[in-house]
């Protein structure tokens, strides 16, 4: 009768077995680099462009180099190290696909994140609120946007003066706007930080979008996505 020699005995696969477990952890190597690129481009630790190709080696690299190493490692030679290798692959990929948030998300988490290091939300809420009084009472210093507004809100939007914000926040935006949304029942007031991301208080809670990201109950910083 012949013998399958090509498989392994069973003390070669216990001992497989433990040096698998070991690799384990590097299995989780892709799937955090690919969220830490678009993240730390975000929060501006990194050029955004470096974040964006660290997270596309994660993506396209990472998993066939690590399972590549993984395979070494093994007594046991042939099929086993191809089951492995497979293996190894599948589970990063899987955890790329389900453990980490899209990158405009990872990236839109970073920004968030920064900012909310930089600004206050009780401050900004409170002036947010001191801004809508003043709106709805018709004695908030404002005015309409002109043609050449390059920043990209609603085009009903009126701007806030500078005069209007308290003296801890004057000079710190480029704009502030205040404009109504969902058929007119919501005052959103936007602090535009440039033409494309800012912070804005509109009341909602625990938003995690492509483009926006709370950093406090209703304060949420934004990014626009230009095309």
């Known amino acids: ?28 190597v892709a799937p955090l680099l690919n969220f830490l690129g678009d993240y730390l481009g975000g929060a501006g630790y990194i050029p955004e462009n470096l974040g964006f190709i660290s997270s596309a080696a994660a993506m396209f690299i990472f998993p066939w180099a690590i399972a590549a190493l993984c395979v070494p490692i ?3 030679k042939g099929v086993i190290q191809v089951f492995v290798f497979i293996g190894a692959l599948a589970v990063q990929m ?23 290091g930089e ?4 401050e900004l809420r409170s002036c947010a609120e001191l801004i809508r009084q003043k709106f709805r009472s018709g004695t908030l210093a ?9 920043f990209i809100i609603g085009t009903s939007a009126l701007v806030v003066s500078d005069s209007e914000l308290p003296t801890s926040l004057r000079g710190r935006f480029q704009r502030v706007y205040i404009q109504k949304i969902s058929d007119g029942d919501i005052e959103q007031v936007i602090f535009a930080l440039g033409p494309d991301r800012g912070l804005m208080c509109d009341g909602r809670k625990n938003v995690r979008e492509f483009f926006t990201c709370s ?10 996505q230009r095309e």
Request: one cysteine or more; aromatic letters at 6%; hydrophobic letters at 45%.
């Open 94 to 116: 899987v955890l790329l696909f389900t453990a980490v948030p899209a990158g405009a998300t990872c990236q839109m988490t970073g920004i968030a994140h920064k900012l909310k």
């Open 142 to 150: 404002a005015h309409a946007r002109s043609n050449d507004d390059h």
């Open 74 to 76: 093994l007594k046991a």
């Open 119 to 122: 600004f206050q939300a009780d």
């Open 1 to 28: 009768m012949a013998t399958l020699d090509f498989l392994p005995n069973k003390e070669t696969l216990s001992e497989d077995m433990k040096r698998c477990l070991l690799c384990l952890p590097s299995l989780g």
């Open 215 to 224: 950093i406090a109950d209703g304060v949420e910083a934004y990014r626009y």
